[in-house]
């Protein structure tokens, strides 16, 4: 059952042959189809178009570089803004928590001062008229000068 190694060969060469031709035949038809298929109702652009195009993003482009650039400065600037105003808002906390603390030493040294006025003796003066009379004058009051 052996067949002669030249007909084997010869069958292998046309078996190849065919395929190739195979191959062919169906790209050679599905490039027919797709010609068939594809129409160019519009046609396609032409360099001058694309280089005009081109052109108008380019300038558009830089436009938008601009802008971009605008706003990175009022972003900056608001930053800047924001830090002075971070900064003047712990000023004005020291500088409130200061006063509250003046304010509230203040408010100790009047409780000592009118605890004082309460608990000293008041002390009157007699002064002689001429009719011989005592009159009663108004109480003094010690004064702190602190």
């Known amino acids: 059952m052996t067949a002669?190694?030249?007909?084997?060969?010869?069958?292998l060469v046309i078996g190849v042959v065919l395929t190739l031709a195979a191959a062919a035949a169906t790209v050679q038809a599905a490039s027919l189809?797709?010609?068939?298929?594809?129409?160019?109702?519009?046609?396609p652009m032409s360099v001058s178009?694309?280089?005009?195009?081109?052109?108008?993003?380019?300038?558009?482009?830089?436009?938008?570089?601009?802008?971009?650039?605008?706003?990175?400065?009022?972003s900056d600037d608001l930053a800047a803004a924001l830090a002075a105003a971070n900064d003047q808002v712990s000023?004005?906390?020291?500088?409130?928590?200061?006063?509250?603390?003046?304010l509230q030493a203040a408010q100790a040294k009047l409780a000592k001062l009118q605890a004082a006025l309460k608990s000293a003796p008041r002390t009157t003066?007699?002064?002689?008229?001429q009719s011989g009379g005592?009159?009663?004058?108004?109480?003094?009051?010690?004064?702190?000068d602190d």
């Open 33 to 43: 189809w797709v010609t068939a298929t594809a129409s160019l109702s519009t046609p």
């Open 91 to 102: 000023t004005d906390q020291l500088t409130a928590d200061q006063l509250r603390a003046s």
């Open 49 to 74: 178009s694309i280089q005009v195009a081109l052109a108008r993003e380019q300038s558009r482009s830089a436009i938008l570089q601009d802008q971009l650039a605008a706003m990175r400065s009022a």
């Open 4 to 11: 002669n190694p030249a007909v084997r060969r010869s069958i």
């Open 125 to 129: 003066t007699t002064t002689t008229t």
């Open 134 to 144: 005592t009159a009663p004058t108004q109480p003094t009051e010690p004064h702190d």
